[in-house]
């Protein structure tokens, strides 16, 4: 499982070496003997899932590409072997063409991101310290807010099954409603004001304003809930979307000066109009976004077993690749702003919309996911500069590692 690894000064290989560390510290002989546990375990894992990966996309997969299903099966495992790569990556990043297999060992991957080196980088809590508020939306909004840092305002606020913050009616216009703490959309609805007091969400259902907040209530029994407007796209953007708003995710991180770079961008798209999200996790579309200019490259979804590309939107049939966003440096300028307002954070991954207006923060993300990242630029960024400086925080604040 340790060959064909990159070079141990190289980004990505720092990367690896730094996780491997935190996971299995040297002079644990339990973590010692769980490491050469799994190590010894670890082609018989891979087959398993390999084999769950191909029976779940293998034959559609064969019919698209014509590479058969044995070859695809014996892929997944030898780059498990050889590179650690989770077999269900042998789709998302296309590593069934020779040049991506070649730069398999530069991917990062989401257990290493996700559960260890951004945990490594967390700012820790103690009694007289709590850090800026990402995880929780209201809280960020609030925060956002007391730092003069455009944002979504929230209109209202319900918890319990009663509104907790905000006016006694919901405002006469679109509304998006989504959980206080949640991620990938999940729970999130979008309201469009009609005629006579009614709204309609985008799956047809149509009810008056007290029927739609005794929805809220109903839903913020389970979690709380915050009430938001329902924003439009930049004119420039409008025939991207099939009625949600579209977002840019952008990962900064602190760079080697102190200062806040921004490293990599996605743009995201809903591709149905039934979506009431633009999540690339949730059924979206995205496009890689060249981070100097912010020119668009062509979209794609999460990549399972079609691995389609599209030129135009799917949806909207409207240009996608080369297609430029507006305002980029004016977007650039509010995530490098909004970082050194949340300081406590290395790395954070930021969602902002493109208004007519100028751009707004939507959300804020601790643990950004790296999927769409690589995904959207059909490489590994592990020896780009968001490897670079992920190693360098790591190293930084782990020097013992």
Not at 31 to 56: C, D, E, M, S, Y
Not at 121 to 141: C, H, I, Q, R, S
Not at 337 to 355: K, M, P, Q, S, T
Request: glycine content about 8%.
């Amino acid at each position: 499982m340790g060959r064909h690894l990159p070079p141990a000064d190289a980004p990505a290989g720092r990367v690896h070496r730094l996780c491997n560390q935190a996971l299995w510290p040297a002079g644990d002989f339990i973590a010692g003997g769980r490491n050469l546990v799994l190590i010894a375990l670890w082609p018989f894992i891979a087959a398993v899932r390999g084999w769950k990966q191909l029976r779940l996309r293998g034959a559609t997969f064969h019919r698209l590409t014509g590479i058969s299903q044995r070859r695809q099966f014996a892929d997944m495992v030898r780059l498990a072997v050889h590179h650690r790569v989770p077999p269900i990556y042998y789709y998302r990043y296309e590593l069934h063409r020779p040049e991506q297999q070649k730069r398999a060992a530069d991917y990062l991957w989401r257990y290493q991101t996700k559960e260890i080196a951004y945990r490594l980088l967390y700012p820790t809590e103690t009694d007289t310290f709590v850090p800026a508020p990402l995880k929780d939306k209201l809280g960020l909004a609030r925060y956002c807010e007391m730092h003069g840092l455009r944002h979504v305002p929230t209109l209202a606020v319900f918890e319990d099954g009663r509104r907790v913050d905000g006016g006694e009616r919901l405002p006469p216009d679109d509304l998006f409603l989504k959980p206080v703490v949640g991620k990938g959309g999940g729970g999130a609805e979008r309201w469009h004001r009609i005629n006579h007091g009614r709204y309609r969400n985008t799956k047809g259902q149509e009810v008056d304003g007290t029927a739609l907040v005794a929805r809220i209530e109903e839903l913020s029994r389970k979690e709380p809930y915050l009430v938001q407007p329902a924003l439009t796209n930049h004119a420039a953007l409008s025939n991207l979307s099939a009625g949600a708003l579209c977002t840019a995710r952008i990962v900064t991180l602190r760079s080697e000066t102190g200062w806040y770079e921004a490293t990599n961008a996605a743009f995201r798209m809903p591709s149905s109009a039934t979506s009431a999200v633009d999540n690339f996790h949730a059924g979206g579309v995205a496009s890689a976004v060249d981070i100097r200019t912010g020119a668009l490259g062509p979209a794609s979804d999460l990549g399972t077993e079609r691995s389609r590309w599209h030129e135009q939107h799917p949806f909207t049939h409207a240009p996608v690749a080369g297609r430029q966003l507006p305002m980029w440096r004016e977007v650039i300028e509010l995530v490098q702003n909004a970082h050194r307002a949340f300081n406590d954070y290395v790395l954070i991954g930021w969602d902002v919309a493109f208004l007519d207006d100028g751009p707004a923060l939507v959300e804020g993300n601790r643990g950004p996911d790296i999927d769409i990242l690589q995904r959207t630029s059909r490489g590994p960024i592990g020896n780009d500069r968001f490897g670079e400086l992920l190693a360098y925080n790591l190293e930084r604040r782990w020097p013992l590692l």
